[in-house]
């Protein structure tokens, strides 16, 4: 995993006071809700018109929520954020560790956990920690291969072992 420098917008969350960019973000996100609410109405149309066309966007739907359900990320991999809404309220979300601020990749709003404003921008945020311990490192494996003795230790060795040749020869001759 790389290295992120996480960032900080609005601190202290509680003192922060609304700015004409998070009034216009906050109208682009309302835009963006009540434009996908239009498509997706289109689109119930078109299947109640098509009941092969429901049962086929329904399968391939089922199969992709399967998927997501199935697909954990690991509690290390999480960051917490504390971030301030529009409407106000200072709630906890959390997005992928590699996210440097909690407002990237489609995720600059929010349906608010306190008063259920949906959607409400995230005006100001500070990160707060990884939700899970960060995997250890891992220590490498013991070599298998013995330790390399140096010239000293392999003479003292073949000494060794001449010394008890010796003495076995001696031993098998004497019986």
């Known amino acids: ?12 969350l509680e003192d922060y006071q609304l700015t004409r960019g998070d009034h216009r973000q906050q109208e682009q996100s309302e835009n963006i809700e009540r434009w996908v609410e239009k498509v997706l109405a289109a689109k119930e149309a078109e299947e109640r018109a098509d009941p092969v066309l429901a049962a086929g966007r329904r399968a391939a739907a089922d199969r992709a929520l399967d998927m997501l359900r199935n697909f954990k990320t690991a509690e290390r991999e999480i960051m917490r954020w504390r ?14 560790c590699e996210n440097r601020k909690p407002t990237l990749h489609g995720s600059s709003s929010m349906q608010c956990p306190e008063c259920g404003k949906d959607p409400s921008a995230i005006v100001a945020f500070e990160p707060i920690g990884l939700a899970g311990e960060p995997r250890s490192p891992v220590k490498p494996a013991p070599s298998s291969r013995p330790k390399r003795l140096t010239r000293t230790e392999l003479e003292r060795r073949v000494a060794a072992l001449e010394k008890e040749i010796e003495r076995l020869r001696a031993q098998g001759s004497g019986e």
């Open 1 to 12: 995993m790389r290295e992120v420098e996480y960032e900080s917008h609005g601190c202290p």
């Open 83 to 96: 971030v301030r809404l529009y409407c106000g309220h200072i709630v906890e979300t959390r997005r992928h």
